[in-house]
């Protein structure tokens, strides 16, 4: 069971907007910042957004993150086949004094 | 080129103890805090701890007392000690770079543990 929660599925279309949620509390998400990141298949994990909005460079501006209270967000605009991955969302957390992960939300691009 | 590479990883009895290591290159290592994060086949990411560059340490609440984090900064290293493993360290160890978020993530050493 993950401090975060994240749906475990989501799909789209080619050229669709796909928006996956992440939801904490008080303690993570409510008071600290979140990051994404993206996971292909067979490959480490890599930053797509930093302090709730930030695109590292070299991240398309298809992605964009948002945080609101004890939730977020990340949507993908322009959704592409490339896209079909796993996107965790993290943050930490201070009462258990660690960071905190998401579930993971695995990405189907139909 | 920023690179991590994790060595240490393989298959370890109930009980039993690995040192994983994670070799720094590209970059001014004693800068950055450094992280061990895991995932178990299938499943998630998880956090398992971090040393900062004044060498502050933190654990997640599973590892503490059994698992130990240091670093070498003239050797470019970071290293993890794990004592007393049990079935559900089983997972891939990376070793990531973090300043602001997990910006540098190793390729992985696999830990398994089983009798």
């Known amino acids: 069971q993950s401090v975060l929660t994240q749906p475990p599925s989501a799909s789209g279309t080619p050229g669709q907007r796909v928006t996956i949620s992440c939801s904490g509390s008080s303690s993570n998400v409510g008071s600290n910042y979140v990051y994404w990141y993206q996971q292909l298949p067979g490959t480490a994990p890599k930053l797509l957004i930093f302090r709730n909005d930030q695109r590292p460079s070299g991240v398309p501006d298809r992605f964009s993150g948002s945080k609101s209270g004890t939730s977020a967000s990340l949507a993908i605009s322009g959704l592409r086949s490339e896209d079909e991955a796993d996107y965790y969302c993290?943050?930490?957390?201070?009462?258990?004094?660690?960071?905190?992960f998401g579930g993971g939300t695995e990405l189907t691009v139909l | 080129e920023v690179q991590l590479v994790e060595s240490g990883g393989g298959l370890v009895q109930p009980g039993g103890s690995l040192r994983l290591s994670c070799a720094a290159s590209?970059?001014?290592?004693?800068?950055?805090?450094m992280h061990w994060v895991r995932q178990t086949t299938g499943k998630g990411l998880e956090w398992v701890s971090s040393?900062?560059?004044?060498?502050?340490?933190y654990y997640r609440g599973s590892v503490k007392g059994r698992f130990t984090i240091s670093r070498e900064n003239a050797k470019n290293s970071l290293y993890l000690q794990m004592n007393s493993l049990r079935a559900g360290d089983t997972a891939l160890y990376y070793c990531?770079?973090?300043?602001?978020?997990?910006?540098?993530w190793g390729q992985g050493t696999l830990v398994t543990v089983s009798s």
């Open positions: 590209g970059f001014t290592f004693s800068s950055y805090d």
């Open positions: 990531a770079r973090a300043r602001d978020g997990f910006d540098c």
């Open positions: 993290a943050a930490w957390d201070d009462s258990l004094s660690g960071h905190v």
């Open positions: 040393i900062g560059t004044s060498g502050d340490t």
